[in-house]
């Protein structure tokens, strides 16, 4: 396999680190971002063959990214750069949102480093990978069984941070797993979540749970 080219883009510096070690020898990482203005930059100047791209990033998210670039003019000759979307979301509406913009494919955090590594170069060479829970994201999508206006219309109440917060209380994480989920202190889950519930007006993390089931956002 040859050496393939990527930028690590995340918020988190301490995540870009651990998949920058993931990855060894496998690929060339060229670059880092943390937001959106620092991802195009590195895009175009680079041309990276693979960037590997959070989806909620500050800024304007992935979709922003991906929009951006696309915008950039792509001088003769130069290397086609394939967007992965890694994120710790697998959330339907993330996912299909993500695809629309441009991705080629969408892999979760939880992905191993060799898996990783093979995705990348699958991604390179043209191909569209996910695992199979969100291929089956996708497909519903285009057979129309799954409502993503209607997912976006509610979501659209919340932050990005929220909505990250919002599907780790609903699947059953306490405070302090969310808080080392996401690199963020207990202090600072609790006060999300009470913006989650009062801009969804529910009035328990139980009633979250059926909320966010309902909507196939689990």
Request: charged share 25%; glycine share 8%; net charge negative.
């Amino acid at each position: 396999m040859s050496t393939r080219t990527v930028v690590i883009v995340d918020d988190h510096a301490m995540f870009r680190s651990g998949v920058r070690a993931e990855l060894g020898a496998s690929v060339t990482v060229v670059a880092e971002a943390a937001d959106v203005d620092e991802a195009v930059a590195a895009v175009l100047a680079h041309r990276p063959d693979v960037v590997l791209l959070d989806v909620h990033l500050p800024g304007g998210g992935g979709a922003e990214v991906m929009r951006r670039a696309a915008l950039a003019p792509h001088p003769d000759g130069e290397t086609t750069t394939r967007f992965l979307a890694l994120s710790v979301s697998d959330a339907a509406e993330d996912v299909i949102g993500t695809i629309r913009a441009g991705a080629r494919g969408y892999v979760t955090k939880t992905i191993t480093g060799p898996e990783l590594v093979a995705a990348i170069d699958r991604v390179a060479s043209g191909d569209a990978v996910f695992s199979p829970r969100l291929a089956g994201f996708v497909l519903d999508a285009f057979a129309g069984t799954i409502e993503v206006a209607a997912v976006d219309t509610d979501l659209d109440r919340l932050t990005e941070r929220e909505r990250e917060v919002m599907r780790l209380i609903a699947r059953g994480y306490s405070y302090k797993e969310v808080g080392a989920e996401l690199f963020i202190s207990t202090k600072t889950v609790e006060t999300h979540m009470s913006s989650v519930l009062r801009k969804l007006q529910l009035s328990s993390r139980h009633e979250l749970t059926r909320w966010a089931s309902d909507r196939r956002l689990l």
